[in-house]
């Protein structure tokens, strides 16, 4: 079995940082890659930031030089600073990774942790 345990979710005024942790583990046999999506309610969930094994790194537009995505290889941790927060980046975050069971290459999600970010 794999988990994907998130963190550091909350409420935060406009303009603020927060900064969310994901720790993967369980059967575990090498991740390809670790990320963020975002739901807020009546929208579909979109990609926030994703990173590669080896570093390579993508962001959705509206949060790109406002949010930086981080890896621990060692810890299979993936983490997520955000800044400058605006209320339209209130929603419920997950967290995401691709990565091999043993059996096959999977994608595993968190359960979410709410970020509201209002005054």
């Known amino acids: 079995q794999v988990q994907l345990v998130e963190s550091g979710g909350g409420l935060v005024q406009p303009g603020g940082s927060l900064r969310l942790s994901c720790a993967a583990s369980?059967?575990?046999?090498?991740?390809?890659?670790m990320g963020w999506y975002r739901q807020a309610p009546g929208k579909e969930r979109e990609m926030v930031a994703w990173i590669l094994s080896g570093g390579g790194t993508d962001y959705g537009a509206s949060v790109k030089d406002r949010f930086t995505i981080s890896r621990d290889n060692a810890r299979n941790t993936v983490y997520l600073q955000m800044n400058s927060l605006k209320p339209e980046d209130t929603a419920v975050y997950y967290c995401n990774a691709n990565l091999h069971n043993g059996l096959a290459f999977v994608n595993y999600w968190g359960q979410g942790t709410q970020v509201t970010v209002s005054s």
């Open positions: 369980g059967s575990i046999f090498s991740i390809n890659g």
